[in-house]
T-cell receptor, first 113, second 111 residues
């Protein structure tokens, strides 16, 4: 089984809809991250969390919110989806006590019409 | 913030050829990772290499931290090596060690 899973893997939604992307990990890591990738570009950080009670904005947090329900779960919400949020979304984890290596989930392809 | 530049932006190889991808970064870092993004969009960890040299099969990487660059070597390329190669760096305590990605190198290996 994959260590970092994301659901759904693909989603098409309409402008104005609320949508939630979910991430789960079995690596036992404390840190979790949400990134987005736009076509032809690298990834940019949306939010990150160091533990269950810790939530921090990244460089492009406007229009997004997150919830860290448990050490293993980190959800990303789009409160009112807009077309320029169409992107590939990745969840990542890293270990607080180990190397800074980040491990990425398989990604969620989101299309907002 | 840290700037990351990758070169070349595009590379076309014949199967069996060797290649070198370069990553330059603008500040000292405590994390540098190389990723391969396959045609299905999945990001595959290749190396965690903030300094030194590592090898994994046909791939190897070298980071010279004092000169702020890293190189990824692909030997005897195969069609399955096609995809986008990303270099990403992080500076501790900036945005929770967020990774800053370069724009990537698109590699196409022809049979």
């Amino acid at each position: 089984d994959a260590d970092v899973t994301q659901t759904p893997r693909n989603r098409i939604t309409k402008t104005g809809k609320r949508i939630m992307l979910e991430c789960s990990q079995t690596k036992g890591h404390d840190r979790m991250y949400w990134y987005r990738q736009d076509p032809g570009l690298g990834l940019r950080l949306i939010y990150y969390s160091f533990d269950v009670k810790d939530i921090n904005k990244g460089e492009i947090s406007d229009g997004y919110s997150v919830s860290r329900q448990a050490q293993a779960k980190f959800s990303l919400s789009l409160e009112s989806a807009i077309p320029n949020q169409t992107a590939l979304y990745f969840c990542a984890t890293s270990d607080l006590g180990g190397p800074d290596t980040q491990y990425f989930g398989p990604g969620t392809r989101l299309t907002v019409l | 913030g840290i700037q990351v530049e990758q070169s070349p932006p595009d590379l076309i190889l014949q199967e069996g050829a060797n290649s070198t991808l370069r990553c330059n970064f603008s500040d000292s870092v405590n994390n540098l990772q190389w990723f391969h993004q396959n045609p299905w969009g999945q990001l595959i960890n290749l190396f965690y290499i903030p300094s030194g040299t590592k090898q994994n099969g046909r791939l190897s990487a070298t980071t010279v931290a004092t000169e702020r660059y890293s190189l990824l070597y692909i030997s005897s390329s195969q069609t399955t090596d096609s995809g986008v190669y990303f270099c990403a760096v992080a500076k501790r305590m900036e945005y929770g060690n967020k990774l800053v990605f370069g724009a990537g190198t698109i590699l196409r290996v022809k049979s």
